[in-house]
């Protein structure tokens, strides 16, 4: 039986939903009969646990380093000096690299893996070429543009590209130029690009069967309003929200309709604030047909989030490459983006430049971005028409393909 490892990085949930996107698509394509051992940590790890309770032996935690919390995101000052010192419960980079390794290296030498596919695991793609495995490594960056505030990254930005580069090959989440929204993100060196594959976006290409309509979609029916999305980790989305809430204690949008998702699966969240300035339960806002001004939900069933998706005027976003994708490629809906890496700032400059959404990194802007896009929709319908006719969705399934195909060739 074929063996194949899926390496997760565990910093946000991007490469965990391509991963798993990819892993459905894999029984598709790999005609011979295949495990898959899955090694990830924290909260990726918990996941895979609850989603595959039946191969639990399948699942391995190694503790793959990553930046350290921050207010907002990771905290570079931090992160910097856990380099060489233990911060906040992390032993120094050094030290966990050296243990990440040599837990990945027991993994390998014990699996004896036919193939391994990577998305975010750099320290995979060394042991991997190392004993001649086949790897396919999974991304949506590789040396990203820089700005002057993070400049002293350059170094470490360099040094994770040569380790991208030992992939056997590089599978980029995005369509292929000139539609690639990461394109900013690439910068590859003339060494790489032969292994370079755009294999389109991972994007979820499940039917939506449709039920009753719940209380949330009859609220909003009718209504013209802006979905804002917090997604990402516990810091990256507390502070996406207090930068949601600044924009929103601004007089201007005092009648601007909007829906927050929080990506929590917490129905405590769930709440209508009315025109009244009164709380209210959505069922309780449906049955007194409320005219409500924000919608609060903690997580979104598959069939609201198409509902919501299809009936916003925009959506504001940090920037995560997987969520631009979704919303303009498959929905063809204009973003605004507030980032919080410099990752996040090229992707929607990219849109930006296409005249496909709006930059925004103060609450003023925000609100002048909404205003653009209002005045401008036909416009900004165009140029998203566009990219949608020329957007590659399925991602996963291609990686499949090619993962079958390496496979084939390596008999």
Known sequence: MLKIGEFIYPWGGGHYSRMMRLNDALGEHVKEKFEVHFSSKDHVYEKLLKKFPEQKER?????????????FGPSVSKSLMNLLLPISKNPSLVRQITNYLREERKLYDKEKFDLVINDGDVGSNILAKSRDIPSLFVTNQFRPKLYSSRSYL????????????????????????????????????????????????????????????????????????GYWMRTGNKSTNDGTGERYEEVFHKDLMRKEKRIISHARDDPNI????????????????????????????GFLSEQEKDTILNLCNYAVVNGSHTVMGEIMGGKSKPIIGIPVYDEHTNNIRWAEEKNLGILATKANQVISGISKIKENYSEFQDKLNEFSKNFIPNGAENSAKIAAQTLEEKK
């Open 154 to 225: 350059y170094p470490s930005l360099i040094f994770v590209a040569k380790q991208i580069g030992k992939a056997s090959k590089i599978l980029i989440a995005d369509s292929p130029p000139p539609y690639t929204m990461c394109e900013y993100n690439l910068n590859f060196t003339k060494e790489v690009e032969k292994k370079v594959v755009y294999v389109g976006h991972f994007t979820n290409n499940r039917h939506v069967t449709k039920e009753d309509s719940s209380d949330l979609e009859k609220l909003v029916i009718g209504s013209e309003f």
């Open 59 to 71: 699942i391995h935690e190694i503790l793959m380093p990553t930046p350290i919390d921050g207010k």
């Open 270 to 297: 769930d709440s209508v604030l009315g025109k009244d300035g009164r709380k209210y339960s959505i069922s309780e806002a449906v049955d007194k047909k409320i005219d409500w001004i924000q919608i609060d939900i």
